[in-house]
């Protein structure tokens, strides 16, 4: 397994890491928990976010927490389907063995439980993606709106000024 070192981290820089990773992605209280003074944190922790060798090891880290979570998934989805054994040890004449025993209903039940959560959970960011995606598209026509509207009333408020100069300029041509 890779080390921080191996990215060319600091070991603060590493705490940062770390500490980004698991507060939720507050850079903030990321770099105050790596050691870094609280008044200047907020610059701090967006400028660690901007190096090259931040962004690779938290884009490395992200990724091993992806697989294993997705890991994790097949093997919920295993044990709810009730697909392969679980191991349970045994004594027999004095000595320990492991034996295969079917998995239980009330295993099959509760990882099909923590799918059904996850599921709910993944329904749920897609939703806020799509509802995100939507206000941008409303507020883009928002905008295009309110740009067409300010264009044409200066296309007007020229008009008008045209009309006035040549009103102008018939007066003061009857005027001669």
Do not use: W
């Amino acid at each position: 397994m890779k080390d921080y070192k191996d990215f060319g981290l600091t070991n603060k820089q590493y705490l940062f890491c770390e500490e980004y990773l698991t507060n939720g992605f507050c850079q903030k209280r990321a770099a105050v928990a790596a050691g870094y003074k609280e008044k200047n944190a907020s610059s701090i922790g967006a400028h660690l976010l901007q190096d090259e060798n931040v962004k690779k090891y938290i884009d490395f880290r992200l990724k091993a927490c992806t697989d294993k979570f997705d890991e994790v998934i097949a093997c919920l989805t295993a044990i709810a389907l009730g697909q392969g054994t679980d191991q349970i040890p045994l004594l027999a004449q004095g000595s320990q063995y492991l034996a295969d025993k079917k998995i239980d209903s009330r295993d099959r039940v509760k990882a099909a439980s923590e799918l059904i959560k996850y599921k709910q959970f993944n329904d749920k960011l897609q939703r806020e993606d799509i509802d995100r995606e939507e206000r941008k598209k409303n507020n883009n026509v928002i905008l295009e709106n309110i740009f067409r509207q300010l264009r044409k009333e200066e296309t007007d408020a020229t008009e008008e000024e045209m009309e006035l100069d040549d009103e102008d300029d018939i007066n003061e041509n009857n005027n001669i």
